[in-house]
């Protein structure tokens, strides 16, 4: 791979307010961040710390209120496909087919560049890419939760986007699926080098899957708290990381950063 | 980004032995001919239970209306008068005799072409005029109050003031037909767009859809149970609309010809024409609302 570009994405002293009926709130105080290209960045944090909130700021899904965020030296402000999400709950179109769902993307991307055919067959390799060729003639509701996940990576991921941004991607599945979907994101992570946003309240998936962990206190005016390098050789494999020291380490620091540092109140 | 791809091999997946596909079918050969009894059984009992009771149900009706309309003095025909001096009408929907003596089956396609017409126009306008409401707050302001207060105007009401706009009785028709239609089809649509989950928005902005393809590829599919429900309304309504403005403005639709019957005081015919209006109505019905089950295939029921 080409030599990867440092400060690909950058997040500068970005604030987000929200005004509801004359009462502002501030969600994000003074967010500053700087992801490099091919990084797998994690952002953990209590719920309701606003965490969904700044990866939407970078999707341009909402705007910031002030601070700027820049993808390649570019001003993100609008949403577009070089920043694809994948939804906590897939958002896949309930009348297409899982084909169409991502075929629906691929078109929209594509459609200039590529011939029918090779979007066709782009669409295909990335069902493949996540294992779900087999039901590419499937509607969304005739799949599993877990399989409408990866159905959901695999449209952003034909989006060839220069960052991937997942939202709690695994939040809503039972342990053992979001272990085969951790597995299988890793396997693509190290395959393809994408660059990488995850949003997540899962310390060991973060610990697992990511280079850093962004550490997010409590709202309101939530800010990065901490910032954790993750070590961790790659590739990682679950079983032997379970007893790695390095791995512990993280996994204690963050833990301890939730839940000393930055108890969650209202859990209480 | 460069894409190191790795390509999933497919080959030598369906290289599976002859000799072992072949023999469940062999099985199956045998074993199958008593499930399609069986399934032909159950068909015929299952269209046996929904034929019968509304049978009985129209028998009986016609029993009791015989009873109550035999005796001398009464003053409507009993069925079986209906049924000897109207039989034409009943077995032949499709006899030309000329000009003004045709069968009812031509009557009321001329009243479905008018239908067709109307309610076609109330369709398109009303699901774009409906998108504008759902998808605007400015437009739903403004039009909104407009449309609750226009809907409430009764069919016929419109009939005069099309009749002096269009000055034929044709377009006047055809326009109230349209009227009466397409606020339902509005007020549904306008609902179902403001349903869409905020989720198919956020996909369609991602991949920065345009105003045409999110109409096309997301608010259409999306709103689709509740824009069959307008139009299923709709049809309703410009079915029971088509039959008064025809009885004021003539021609020769199913209207006019019951409005013609009773001037000449042939009630057995208007007797018939009811039985026809019905069925084609409930038909309509029937039609927009699997055309419905067709469209909104896959779409959750919300």
Redesign the interface.
Known sequence: MASLKRNFLKIDHVDKVFSQRGTASEVLKDINLTVDEGEFVAIIGHSGCGKSTLLNLVAGLTKVSSGVILLEDQEVNTPGPDRAVVFQNHSLLPWLTVFDNVNLAVDKVFGKTKSKKERRDWTLHNLDLVQMGHAKDKRPSEISGGMKQRVGIARALAMQPKVLLLDEPFGALDALTRAHLQDSLMQIHVNLGNTVIMITHDVDEAVLLSDRIVMMTNGPSAHIGDVLDIALPRPRKRLELASHPAYLAAREAVLKFLYERNRFVEAA | ????????N?DGQDSRPPIAVAAPIVVKFASQRRPIWGKLASLGMGLLRKVVPPLVTVAILLLIWQLLCEKPGASLPPPSTVWAQAQDLILHPFFDYGSQDIGLGWRVLVSLERVAFGFGLAAIAGVLLGALIGQSDWAMRGLDPVFQILRTVPPLAWLPIALAAFRDSRPSAIFVIFITSIWPIIINTAVGIRNIPQ??R??A?????NHF?FFW??ML??A?PYIFTGLRIGIGLAWLAIVAAEMLTGGVGIGFFIWDAWNSSRIPDIIVALAYIGIVGFVLDRLVSALGTLA?????AN
């Open positions: 980004m460069g894409l190191a791809l790795h390509t999933t497919t989720d198919y956020n996909v902005a991602v991949l920065r859809l393809e590829r997301i599919p999306s689709a909104a295939r896959g779409t959750p």
